[in-house]
């Protein structure tokens, strides 16, 4: 890769760390759907390429859904097994979230990718794609899990297996296709996403043993959104993506979707049907009764401001210019961007104490992101295709893995949160 991606790439990875650590205070599949809009807009805005301003919204909005897919998955008691004093269960916990954090990847890496190729000379048929990812999820499901007992999380949820067949469908439809750049971006993001959860947790251990008071879940979170944002800029910066014309600059349906219907769910879900008080009473608010009511209504004034911004942007997109486009990307991006930070903040009460001090970090990466974002420039530098190469990162990510559960398991005689399974 030219030393020209590094920004591009770095920031990226900054940005969807930053953006998947918040999504620790939403979960489900609405934060991180919110995430991985962030995350994929920033790459399309980093990368600047002319090409990509009509489709790059629709990119994201199918990116956003990918990335959300995999909220439907348990992975709590993964984590704990990863924590064990015992290597086989270190390891196999280390393994299993490696797996996780491979189908969030893979899924919106993938529907990112096959976004970016949707324009006017080249239409994906996003109904069939939409069936056989479904059809893929329940088949393996009800074959592997129900069937053949291949359970990961009991007794948790192994909606795991939904991913998998939905993961599995879709590298079926894009190699049968011939969407071997979206598929080179799903194996990338999936195998950085992967080793960044399987690696956070190996961070949170360390964390937990080094007796410093900080939020070290968090760490982990970041660590799936870090790398995972890495893999992806890298897999869509190192590939041939042609020399298509801009199209669909006019298209306004993603801004809604990205603007007005994700927000809506994380805040419908987070502020309406979540009870505030435990965090109110955690940094003793007086008036529990006010801010209870205040919190929830500030977040959805928030919402309303976005619904604004898609309208009013979806007015700028009719003058069907690229730089039109353009620049409704980049308001997008931000907009998203500040609106993720300003939930959070709300969510926590972190804008009235200093109790969640990983909530000011997420300032600070988005200052720099911020600071830098301009003068990155991407350079699209394809390297040849080489399954081989792919492969043995596969293996040598899986081996540091292995490794890293070893040397975890060696450092305790037992943490909280400790779980066992063999």
């Known amino acids: 890769m030219r030393q020209n991606n590094l920004l591009p790439v770095l ?39 002319k090409e990509w301003s009509g489709s790059g919204l ?43 954090g491979g189908l969030y990847g893979f899924l919106g890496g993938g529907l990112f990718g096959l976004g970016l190729t949707d324009t006017g000379l080249k239409r994906v048929p996003w109904f069939q794609v939409i069936l056989e990812l479904t059809a893929g999820g329940i088949i393996f499901y009800f074959f592997f899990i129900e069937q053949l007992g291949w359970k990961m999380t009991p007794p948790r ?11 599995l469908a879709l590298a079926y439809y894009l190699f049968r296709n011939g969407q071997r750049n979206a598929l080179r971006v799903a194996m990338f993001s ?3 996403a992967g080793f960044g959860f399987g690696f956070g947790n190996f961070l949170q251990t360390l964390g937990d043993l080094s007796g410093i008071s900080f939020n070290f879940w968090n760490v982990m979170e970041y660590s799936l959104g870090f790398f995972g944002g890495l893999g992806m800029a890298y897999g869509a910066l190192t590939t041939n993506w042609g020399n298509s014309q801009e199209e669909d600059s006019k298209a306004s349906w993603p801004l809604f979707g990205l603007l007005v219907l994700i927000p809506f769910l ?9 009870d505030l008080s435990p965090m109110l009473e955690n940094i003793a608010l007086n008036n529990l009764n006010f801010w209870s ?40 991006c931000w907009v998203l ?20 001090i990983e909530q000011f970090l997420y300032l600070a990466n988005f ?35 292995i490794l890293f559960g070893a040397i975890s398991s060696s450092l305790h005689e037992g943490l909280p949160g400790m779980h066992n399974r063999f």
């Open 11 to 49: 920031l990226t990875a900054l940005t969807l760390g930053t953006s998947w650590a918040i999504r620790g205070q939403f979960g489900h599949e609405q934060g991180a759907a919110w995430a991985g809009a962030v995350g994929c807009l920033m790459l399309v805005v980093l990368a600047k390429r």
């Open 58 to 100: 629709k990119a994201a909005f199918f990116g956003a859904i990918g990335w959300g897919m995999g909220g439907m998955m348990s992975y709590g008691i993964l984590v704990g097994y990863g924590k064990s004093a015992n290597f086989l269960n270190a390891s196999y916990g280390l393994m299993s979230l490696f797996v996780v």
């Open 157 to 167: 949820s192994e909606a795991w297996g939904i991913c998998a067949g939905a993961s």
């Open 190 to 192: 999936g195998l950085g």
């Open 266 to 274: 994380v805040w419908q879900q987070s502020f309406m049907e979540k």
């Open 293 to 332: 009511k205040a919190i929830p209504t500030g977040a959805f004034i928030i919402w309303l401001g976005m619904v604004g911004f898609a309208w009013k942007m979806s007015k700028t997109l009719e003058s069907g210019t690229v730089d039109s486009s353009a620049s409704v990307l980049q308001t997008t």
């Open 337 to 356: 961007f500040m609106g993720y930070l300003a939930y959070t903040f709300l969510i926590t009460g972190a804008f009235m104490s200093f109790y969640r």
């Open 367 to 401: 200052a720099v992101v911020w600071f830098l974002a301009s003068k990155s420039s991407a350079h699209f530098q394809v390297e040849k295709k080489n399954e081989t190469g792919i492969l043995k990162l596969f293996l040598l990510l899986l081996i540091l893995i």
